[in-house]
């Protein structure tokens, strides 16, 4: 591990805090130090209040923020006397210190301080550095752990025995450290949890954290417990069926959706098919933060019940309160490990499910250095149990009000690349869901970089390459949930007498074949759907009022009107429903460019504006609108409709 310290851009950092922020996201920039909002960071520094008085303030990492990204409005400024003064009582419950901490910050509106404030006010230097770093915790997670350590590090640390974060960690870090400090202190090892580095300056801080867990990692390197064979990649079968069917599974348990992602990860693979897999990963996560994310222990195989019952029993066995009990977690894992999946990971969203897989790839890794350094031995039971419910944490999940109305639920466009369907993409985005955007233009891929999103470029009147892509889809989010059957074509206008059979053919095969081939493929996954499947239908104000020239196209979007309602007759037992929409003149689209708009007004003796709200209710209908519109098809307020047919046209006098 090198220190990533430059001179230059360090001296562009005027003040205490500003050399903070610079110096955290050096931490930041290096995953198997800080993962995921883990570790925190502070700097103690004076101030003088409105009142004059001049007041010592411990900037701390405030909860909700990333090492990597912080800025300084990330670190919530808290009293450092009042500080001290907790740190000496005997006891103070989660709530209590929750309280004081935000009692005693200086800006009523920053973040919250970090549950480790007052370990950070305990340790009697300017700068504190805190990561979770994999090779410190590796070393502190085997059986000789401590000994380890000392052997590692000799007087250069002082070591604290686990205690869960919160206050008795920061009352037992305040008392050891006063005991044990020598001059030769340049940090602090937590077993099982992380370490710390402390120094006068940004630099010295940071660049001590450097070089301890450089030791850490060589000390791996000399055990022959650092390099870890590198797993070849798994060759992936169709599994979309078994993926489905424990998508749903899982989510019972839940009590709601879940985004359930196959990671593909060869490690997983790897891990997953050890012998002693049951052995090595049920021995718990590594490093306390880590427990609320993954849940304390993964699944093994796909028996959900056993899961669940070993989870009850667990809970039980630890005489949980009243309270407890209320806060209890859904009994659903967040991490499988599956001889045939490899690594799943689990989640609300796609966001939260990536998490879990970053964190498993790293636990991954200690584990099996740890394995050959004596054998993987996380925390206590009792103590991920406490870690699992406990109050702060809690309150961290908890907050956010409202969840998004598609939270944990997976929707496929097609179309997705442009027009009404790039709209549909971004409504169902908006809404919390996961979007697989197919499109037979490239542009579908990587159109939005969020992780709830997965683009594919298939022709879906190509049946091989429409399943391989729905097998794509499941892998990546576990599941499809909502259906909108989108993508079609218009051809140019043409009479009947002039029509040929291949231009009718073309049509028809990618309106109405393609679309046959995506219900019957999709069934399976819309069947699975923990809130049942939804399907919409882009119709077109041509099938209840069609105009000359255009029989292809109209006959092609009426017959998959009467497709949707066959559909309705047959899969309304299983809880699908479909409904079709019937836009017209939605004008901001590709093949509406200004120079067609032109033409077209004239025709009818209009200006473009005229022509673009000729409808009763003289209103232009965007994709933006039909978006809307078919996301709400697929909510609560259209639980109890099916085979609909909702014009949005601002009103047509030939439909009405
Ligand atoms: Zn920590």
């Not at 009147?461 to 993508?487: H, K």
């Not at 009818?604 to 504006?609: A, D, H, I, R």
């Amino acid at each position: 591990m090198y220190s990533l310290w430059n001179e230059k851009e360090a001296a562009a950092r005027k003040s205490h805090l500003e050399l903070r922020v610079y110096s955290s996201r050096l931490l930041g920039r290096e995953p198997s130090l800080v993962l995921h909002g883990g570790g925190n960071t502070s700097v103690k520094v004076s101030e003088v209040n409105l009142v004059g008085e001049e007041e010592e303030i411990l900037y701390v990492k405030g909860s909700g923020w990333d090492l990597a990204t912080i800025e300084t409005q990330g670190f919530a400024p808290v009293r450092l006397t009042p500080m001290l003064k907790l740190a000496k009582l005997e006891a103070l419950s989660d709530p209590q210190m929750v309280n004081e901490l935000k009692c005693q910050m200086t800006q009523a509106g920053a973040p919250s301080p970090s549950v480790e404030t007052i370990l950070h006010a305990a340790l009697p230097f300017r700068y504190v550095d805190h990561t979770h770093a994999d090779a410190v915790v590796t070393i502190t997670n085997t059986p000789d752990g401590r000994r380890l350590i000392e052997e590692v590090y000799g007087d250069k640390v002082v070591i604290v025995p686990y205690v869960m974060p919160g206050f008795d960690l920061a009352r037992d870090v305040a008392r050891i450290f006063a005991e044990q400090a020598t001059p030769a202190t340049q940090g602090m090892v937590l077993m099982n949890h992380g370490i710390f580095s402390f120094g006068d300056t940004a630099k010295d801080s940071y660049e001590r954290m450097i070089r301890l867990v450089d030791m850490a990692e060589q000390f791996l390197l000399d055990q022959q417990a650092w390099d870890l064979v590198e797993p070849e990649p798994p060759v992936a079968s169709a599994m979309a069926g078994d993926i489905v069917d424990l998508r749903k599974r899982l989510s019972e348990k839940a009590g709601r959706p879940m985004i359930l992602s196959v990671t593909g990860s060869p490690r997983g693979m790897a891990f997953a098919r050890r012998y002693d897999v049951q052995k090595v990963a049920m021995r718990g996560p590594a490093t306390p933060d880590h427990v609320i994310r993954t849940k304390a222990v993964p699944m093994i195989g796909r028996d959900l019940d056993s899961y669940e019952k070993a989870y009850r029993d667990y809970f039980m066995a630890h005489e949980p309160s009243a309270r407890e009990r209320k806060t209890m977690l859904d009994p659903a894992p967040r991490v499988i490990l599956d001889r045939d999946l490899g690594l799943c990971c689990a989640g609300k969203s796609m966001a939260e499910a990536a998490i879990v897989h970053d964190i498993y790839e790293h636990t991954m890794v200690c584990i099996e250095r740890a394995e050959k350094l004596g054998g993987w031995r996380a925390l206590p039971a009792a103590d991920l149990f406490d870690m699992e419910y406990w109050d702060l944490e809690q309150a961290k999940l908890r907050k956010g009000g409202e969840p998004p109305l598609f939270q944990g639920e997976v929707a496929l466009i097609t179309g997705a690349a442009s027009g009404i369907g790039k709209a549909c993409v971004e409504a169902f985005l908006a809404r919390g869901a996961a979007v697989i955007g197919v499109d037979i233009n490239a542009a579908a891929d990587g159109l939005y970089a969020t992780p709830g999103y997965l683009g594919i470029a298939c022709d879906i009147s190509d049946t091989a390459a429409l399943r391989a892509a729905l097998e794509q889809g499941v892998r990546r989010f576990g599941g499809i949930d909502m259906l909108v059957l989108n993508a079609g074509m218009f051809p140019g206008g043409k009479r009947i007498a002039e029509l040929g059979d291949e231009e009718w053919r073309k049509v028809l095969s990618v309106n109405l074949d393609a679309n046959l081939a995506l219900l019957r493929e999709t069934y399976p996954m819309l069947k699975g759907a923990p809130n049942g499947g939804r399907v919409v239908v882009m119709g077109s104000k041509n099938v209840p009022a069609p105009g000359p020239g255009a029989a292809a196209y109209s006959a092609s979007k009426a017959a998959l009107t009467q497709l949707m309602r066959v559909v309705a007759m047959e899969w309304g037992g299983e809880g699908i429903r479909i409904n079709a929409l019937h836009p017209n003149a939605v004008f901001d689209t590709g093949i509406w460019t200004e120079e067609v708009l032109q033409a077209r007004a004239q025709h009818y003796g209009l200006t473009v504006q005229q022509y673009k709200t000729n409808n009763l209710l003289g209103v232009e209908v965007t994709s933006r609108d039909v978006a809307e519109l078919t996301a709400e098809m697929c909510g609560p307020l259209f639980a109890k409709t099916t085979a609909a047919q909702l014009p949005i046209d601002g009103g047509n006098d030939r439909v009405v």
